[in-house]
């Protein structure tokens, strides 16, 4: 996957900036991303070590029909 299109961004929530103090960062990517994409992505444009990666796929909300 190319690096550019991994990184969405940035969620800005209460709970993201909150986390920020203890450098944990919270972003959207690409839903096909792997976490080795994430890492890659991450050093290439922010120019960090990163300590670890973890993701969390949320699923769309069903809807009932009417």
Known sequence: ???SRV?????VTEKAERQKVAATYTLN??????????????KSFYDVDVASVRVHRIRPKVRAPG
């Not at 990184?7 to 969620?11: H, K, N």
Request: charged letters at 20%.
């Open 1 to 3: 996957m190319e690096l």
């Open 7 to 11: 990184i969405i961004g940035p969620v």
């Open 29 to 42: 990517v690409h839903p096909a991303a792997t976490k080795i994409d994430i890492t890659r992505a991450l």
